[in-house]
């Protein structure tokens, strides 16, 4: 099973930024969806961003929209979300998931089978 590991989170002001990573383990990682969840304050996960295999596509959440992105770089085994423009209600813990052999930016929570151990991101007034 991919091994996943989250970095970058951290404390910020609103309207600020910050860049999360997620590196990888394992040499299927080229042919994984990756995804980003919040967990944490709230009840249910929440689907952030995802990024097909191949990174051509992307896939957003619309409370994101405009003020995230998501690349990946398959030699290094590593995803980034850079989020701008943070507001508090972005306080939460982000995870990293794997969705192996999905080309797409896959969105359904059922479709990913590693999960990292999260990364908290707080963003205060």
């Known amino acids: 099973q991919m091994q996943l590991v989250e970095s970058g989170g951290g404390l910020v002001q609103a309207g600020g930024s910050l860049r999360l990573s997620c590196a990888a383990s394992g040499r299927t990682f080229s042919t994984c969806s990756i995804g980003w969840f919040r967990h944490g304050s709230r009840k249910e996960r929440e689907f952030v961003a995802s990024i097909s295999w191949s990174g051509r596509f992307t896939n957003y959440a619309d409370f994101v929209k405009g003020r995230v992105t998501l690349s990946r770089d398959n030699p290094k085994n590593t995803v980034y979300l850079q989020m701008n423009r943070l507001r508090p209600e972005d306080t939460d813990v982000y995870y990293c998931?794997?969705?192996?052999?999905?080309?797409?930016?896959?969105?359904?929570?059922?479709?990913?089978?590693?999960w990292g151990q999260g990364t908290q991101v707080t963003v205060s007034w």
């Open positions: 998931t794997a969705a192996p052999y999905r080309s797409q930016a896959t969105s359904r929570t059922a479709d990913f089978v590693s």
